[in-house]
């Protein structure tokens, strides 16, 4: 499976299905890629509507003809401009093309509905992508729900967790790999990912990766 960092909280993700997390790139200052780029995608998934999440994701999907996933007041957004969704809310698994995705909470604001994290279960892994969050205890159940092979967690601060939060989160969810994501992408949210690295010690393997840097999850 290849993973993809293409900035700020954006990551794509490609397996039997290729999918797209958060696909902030024609405003986003430290973008890998346009989204005229993007010929191919399966899934796009939204974990809120703030502009820094939202992004693209809308004229990815009419693009590609790509489902989207979000939460249920942003599906339905999505399917009042004509794409195909799948809304679900916090506690919810579904599956869309073969790929299990679960909502799990998220501390943070939004405009519609809540934020949310979420959890991809495809070709025998297991992936946590948190959103916007602040640390909270709620992780411990992704420990135990689902023992994430890899998580992509954000460490900007300001906005969500910092590096030492986000190190604690590490180790509440469990999870074997960490991608740090959400920092580097404005001034307000530059932080170090080498100190969050220090941090996490040997809790985890962290990858730190540049705007469009990929890792190669066996
Ligand atoms: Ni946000
Ligand atoms: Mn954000």
């Not at 003809?65 to 957004?77: D, F, K, P, Q, S």
């Not at 300001?158 to 190190?167: D, H, I, Q």
């Not at 949210?189 to 990929?214: M, Q």
């Amino acid at each position: 499976m290849k993973i993809t960092w293409l900035g700020h909280s954006a990551v794509k993700i490609e397996g039997t299905q290729t999918i797209y997390i958060d696909p902030f790139l024609s405003e986003n200052p430290a973008a890998a890629i346009s989204p005229e780029q993007i010929t191919k995608a399966d899934i796009v998934i939204v974990t809120h509507d703030h502009s820094d999440h939202l992004g693209d994701a809308f004229p990815i999907c009419k693009k590609t003809g790509a489902t989207l996933v979000g939460i249920h007041e942003v599906a339905v957004m999505a399917e009042s401009e004509g794409i195909t969704s799948e809304g679900m809310n916090i506690g919810g698994t579904i599956d869309v093309k073969g790929v299990k995705i679960n909502m799990v909470n998220a501390l943070h604001s939004c405009e519609r509905g809540n934020p949310a994290g979420v959890v991809i279960e495809m070709d025998d892994k297991t992936l946590y992508h948190s959103g916007d969050t602040s640390l909270t205890y709620d992780m411990k159940l992704i420990a135990d729900f689902f023992h994430p092979d890899l998580s992509f967690l954000p460490i900007g601060d300001r906005y969500t967790m910092g590096v030492n939060s986000a190190a604690k989160a590490v180790e509440f969810t469990k999870t074997k790999k960490v991608i740090p994501i959400h920092y580097g992408t404005f001034p307000l949210v530059n932080t170090d990912p080498e100190e969050f690295k220090k941090r996490v010690g040997d809790r985890a393997e962290v990858i730190i990766l540049k705007p469009g840097g990929s890792y190669d999850l066996q």
